[in-house]
């Protein structure tokens, strides 16, 4: 293999990276999984980085590897269920594919959006997936039920995911 | 559809806190089939919780922006930026700074330095100027003090029992509170003398200082030789002019907490993933030597290219232990590595594994793997020990050019003589998730009381041997099974 394709298929990885990881997480719903399905997509993306044709876009073409070595993954962990069964995971796949591109906008609509939460969603939010709390810490650390912190999470994800729609249909 | 769109919007919050039933993901798949507009919400709210889910940078700071930091994930340091460095790199490090040592960079985690000095992990620290401008990093001594430093933080190391905090967060522990010497932690405004302790220290911009003390005593001179002496529970906040007040006590920084939470996931506390893949090789990553190394030496030098996985010429690679091997105390520690192994002839030492003694360049307790033919149609593998005495143990070793685990354990006692166990897992072998109940071979008892602190593994090159994935943890599955991330 030569190594100006695989530089450039690597350079292009660590670009991309945190994009590809979001679509991977949306197919198996949930980060360990994704890390493992990654970083197998890696090594595939750059063994065949000769085929990479420079004058497509990367991710789509990228996201493709992620999604066949999600199949892969699937079979290999027959027994444990994942999130999506394989006939939605193949049709979430290809709609996501053409969408991710504009993934990079969406984060940094995510910024803003986080800094505009109320000052209690954005604790609860660290606490849940910066500080990676135990629920039961959670509901401790706020005085709040389990039913509460659940509510209030979802409710904190759905605001984001809203404000992140206003923010892009203003870009 | 608006009565399904509620409905998968708690589905899917539920999955994204864990609390999704084996009958609520059939019911979140059906409605997925049913229309594209339900999957947008689905992609559009799975979006938001992997972009948290990814860890960004989310500061108590109610002002602060959450993923400011460029999220360089765990899997970049693993996976992308070891192709990248086994890419591109493939020249040895040279440590920027050769000096005698008596601490180690055990951890770190996202760690960007500022200033001359930018350890890596595994390395010696001697006296230092340190300056984490991001991430978080651990440093252990000798005498078993362990500081835990959190960005922004400032830290001169002074000597192998005191340091000067200018700014900054730090984490103190002494797992070996019986030391004789006591850690003198100085800050801008006093001195901290730990008595068997574990404390948190903070030292803030405009000159504030906090302490938090968790277990035994903490003595704080100040620089008018004021002492004060706090204990387990207590939290004391000092103003830059001096006036003191007592403060409710937090027990560690959230930074540590985290990192403590992730090492009790089954984690190995050392590993090195080779990368199957011919024009690969090994990375540079964990060498702080930039020495060449001589033929047989136990001294690790620069880490060799590899073509594929067969090495060309000695190769070495070495991993720090995130959590030290102290063979003078009771316990047991894994690992296991993945081999092929072609036997073409009597090789010695057709590879070694070896631990470095903290504090010193010396790498001890070897565990070669030496394949003797036999005419009785066998085909062996000896595999010595020489944890302060020699084992030698003879495996039956797998057909010619077969993959195969190489598990082993490493029991340490306090006051008996330590042994190693080892297993050959052929490739046909379920792994089980716990320990086998048979080992293939168990070590003579040797007696060992070293402490070591880091991991090398040596190929000889005459071997035609491939090697993948070296993992140790502090239990079976950690070290077989592991999970990195």
Not at chain 1, 42 to 55: H, P
Not at chain 2, 126 to 152: K, M, N, Y
Not at chain 2, 169 to 178: A, G, R, V
Not at chain 2, 356 to 379: L, M, N, V, W, Y
Request: proline fraction near 5%; charged fraction near 25%; aromatic fraction near 8%.
């Amino acid at each position: 293999m030569d190594r100006e394709p695989a530089e450039m298929i690597t350079g292009l990885l660590m670009k991309h990276f945190d994009v590809l990881l979001r679509y991977v997480i949306s197919l198996v719903g949930n980060e360990a999984d994704a890390r493992d399905i990654m970083q197998e997509t890696s090594m595939s993306l750059v063994r065949k980085a000769d085929d990479y044709d420079e004058s497509r876009s990367f991710v789509p073409w990228a996201c493709r590897f992620a999604y066949l070595e999600t199949l892969k993954f699937r079979e290999k962990n027959g027994k444990r269920p994942l999130l999506l069964d394989d006939d939605v995971l193949e049709i979430i796949a290809n709609e996501q594919a053409g969408e991710i591109a504009t993934a990079d906008v969406r984060k940094e609509a995510l910024e803003a959006c986080f800094a505009k939460l109320p000052g209690s969603a954005r604790k609860l939010l660290t606490l849940r997936y910066h500080e990676e709390a135990p629920t039961e810490e959670i509901c401790s650390e706020l005085e709040k039920s389990r039913r509460s912190v659940f509510r209030e999470l979802k409710a904190a994800r759905e605001s984001l995911r809203n404000c992140i729609r206003k923010e892009l249909s203003y870009a | 559809m608006r009565d399904q769109l509620e409905t998968l919007r708690e589905l899917v919050a539920k999955h994204c806190d864990e609390e999704l039933s084996r009958e609520e993901r059939e019911t979140l798949n059906d409605l997925l089939r049913i229309s594209p507009a339900l999957r947008r919400e689905y992609a559009s709210l799975m979006e938001v919780h992997a972009s948290l889910v990814m860890r960004p940078e989310m500061p108590s700071s109610p002002s602060s922006f959450p993923i400011q930091r460029k999220t360089i994930t765990k899997w970049i340091i693993v996976g992308a930026a070891a192709c990248i460095v086994a890419l591109l790199a493939l020249t040895t490090k040279e440590s920027s700074e050769a000096q005698p040592g008596f601490a180690t960079l055990i951890q770190a985690s996202d760690c960007k330095w500022q200033g001359n000095f930018s350890p890596v992990e595994g390395e010696q620290i001697g006296e230092t100027d340190l300056r984490l401008s991001d991430g978080s990093a651990s440093i252990r001594f000798l005498s078993g003090v362990e500081l835990d430093l959190v960005a922004p933080c400032h830290l001169q190391i002074e000597g192998p029992n005191a340091a000067i905090l200018y700014a900054g967060e730090l984490y103190f522990s002494n797992e070996m509170s019986d030391t004789e010497e006591s850690f003198s932690l100085s800050t801008p405004q006093s001195e901290l003398l730990d008595i068997g302790t574990s404390y948190s220290v903070t030292v803030r911009k405009d000159g504030a200082e906090e302490l938090h003390v968790g277990n035994g005593t903490v003595i704080r001179l100040d620089e008018n030789d004021r002492r004060v002496t706090i204990e387990a529970g207590q939290a004391m906040r000092w103003q830059a002019e001096g006036q003191s007040e007592a403060i409710p006590f937090v027990d560690k920084p959230s930074a540590v907490r985290r990192a403590e939470r992730r090492a009790s996931r089954g984690k190995p506390i050392a590993w090195y993933s080779f990368i199957d893949q011919d024009g690969y090789g090994f990375t540079d990553a964990w060498n702080p030597w930039g020495e060449s190394v001589s033929k047989g030496s136990n001294t690790p030098g620069p880490i060799t290219r590899a073509k594929g996985l067969q090495p060309t010429e000695q190769t070495v690679i070495a991993a720090p232990l995130k959590v030290p091997i102290d063979m003078s105390e009771n316990g047991v520690t894994y690992f296991s590595l993945f081999c092929s192994i072609e036997v073409a002839a009597d090789i010695p030492k057709m590879f070694y594994m070896a631990f470095r003694e903290s504090g010193t360049p010396d790498h001890k307790a070897q565990f070669s793997i030496t394949p003797k033919r036999r005419t009785i149609g066998a085909h062996l593998l000896y595999a010595d020990t020489d944890l302060n005495g020699r084992s030698t143990m003879a495996l039956s070793l797998p057909p010619d050019g077969s993959k195969f685990q190489l598990a082993g354990k490493i029991i340490s006692r306090a006051n008996e003589p330590d042994q190693v166990f080892l297993r050959f897992i052929p490739e046909s072998e379920p792994l089980d998730s716990f320990e086998p109940y048979a080992w293939s071979v168990i070590g003579q008892r040797v007696e060992c009381d070293f402490r070591f602190d880091l991991v090398s593994l040596h190929l000889n090159t005459q071997g035609n041997i491939a090697v993948s994935d070296l993992n140790l943890g502090k239990t079976w599955e950690s070290a077989t099974n592991p999970r990195r991330k």
